[in-house]
């Protein structure tokens, strides 16, 4: 890659992220090259982004790639960023988050010996490797940790927006309360950004105040408001997501349902490194390792070791297929508890 080149990208990006490879005048050859763009949340989301960038992470240091990362303020960010990259000619480049869909299909299209993954959408263009995950099998285990721990029978669930991808999580989380108790009352809301965190602290409490006592937030950056609104209440939850986010209220977070992006991000630039790079949809959940509740480190006492083993028991349930966790409201409408 030629110095002027990247000088000129660096100029034409302010939101290039400090600190991944910019300082460097460029990767040596035959070096692994991985460019990322970053969903509006941004890094430091404590979440999804942040995920993603611990996979990039780890391929730096254990690949040892070339990396570098753009960050999305707005949907308008997505195209130039992609561009940006692509005319750098990174080997892999990320697209973090659905709704790069679109800009991405028309990239890919107009570069076809380029290499782009997504996580989060589906993209059918034989140079995009498309990643998704069944965040309904984690949701589940949430939900029914959830109707476990609640006192007051009443637990609510905080989405970031109204759209396919949330409601898995909704869906996931509801039919696993129903799982431990059918006539759990689950209260939604929606946030409608992914990056308000005033917002997602305001609902938090407007669910907290109606009496649910664990708010379960799949909302990216604008969860951390969910999170914020828990630290002053010594009876109420909050579940975390994507990241593994227990240490951000210790005992206050019951546990994070972590979706490893990081996983899939490293994989997909180890493919490219062998020289196979993966193509299509791979569709990753929690018999794959890629999905699952954290270690409760701050919370197993709480919990207990008799919920703890019920909740074992409904991993191996859904891990055989023996439970299938429903992701959409249709299949939530017809979700029976399964005897086990």
Avoid: W
Avoid at 192 to 212: I, K, M, P, R, T
Avoid at 309 to 322: F, N, P, Q
């Amino acid at each position: 890659m030629k110095q002027k080149a990247f000088v000129a990208l660096l100029m034409a990006s302010a939101l290039c992220l400090a600190g991944c490879g910019l300082r460097h005048p460029g990767p040596r050859p035959g070096q692994l090259t991985l460019g990322m763009v970053t969903d509006v949340g941004g890094l430091g989301d404590r979440s999804f982004n942040d995920s993603a960038y611990r996979g990039l992470l780890r391929a730096r240091a254990k690949l040892g790639a070339y990396i570098q990362v753009l960050q999305s303020r707005s949907a308008a960010d997505y195209e130039p960023n992609l561009s940006a990259l692509t005319n750098l000619h990174f080997q892999m480049i990320y697209a973090i988050g659905f709704l790069m869909s679109l800009d991405l299909d028309q990239i890919a299209k107009e570069h076809p010996h380029q290499h782009y993954a997504i996580i989060d959408a589906v993209v059918p263009d034989p140079n995009v490797v498309s990643v998704t995950f069944r965040e309904q099998d984690g949701s589940f285990l949430a939900g029914a940790l959830a109707a476990m721990m609640s006192k007051t029978h009443h637990i609510a669930f905080l989405g970031g927006q109204d759209i396919p991808l949330l409601r898995k999580f909704e869906a996931g989380y509801t039919a696993g309360a129903r799982e431990i108790d059918p006539n759990i009352r689950v209260d939604v809301k929606y946030v409608g950004s992914f990056d308000d965190v005033a917002s997602g602290q305001e609902l938090a409490n407007v669910l907290f105040d109606s009496g649910a006592d664990i708010v379960y937030t799949a909302a990216g950056k604008a969860g951390l408001g969910a999170i914020d609104a828990v630290k002053s209440r010594d009876t109420d939850y909050v579940i975390g997501v994507d990241s593994n986010q227990d240490a951000l209220a210790p005992g206050r977070i019951l546990t994070s349902m972590v979706k490893k992006v990081d996983v899939a991000v490293f994989d997909v630039g180890r493919a490219i490194q062998r020289g196979k790079p993966l193509t299509g949809h791979l569709v990753l959940g929690l018999k794959d390792g890629a999905i699952g509740l954290t270690d409760f480190k701050y919370t197993r006492k709480a919990i207990g070791p008799a919920r703890l083993a019920r909740l074992e028991l409904i991993r191996r349930a859904i891990v055989s297929g023996k439970i299938d966790p429903p992701d959409t409201r249709a299949k939530l409408a017809t979700f029976k508890p399964v005897a086990l």
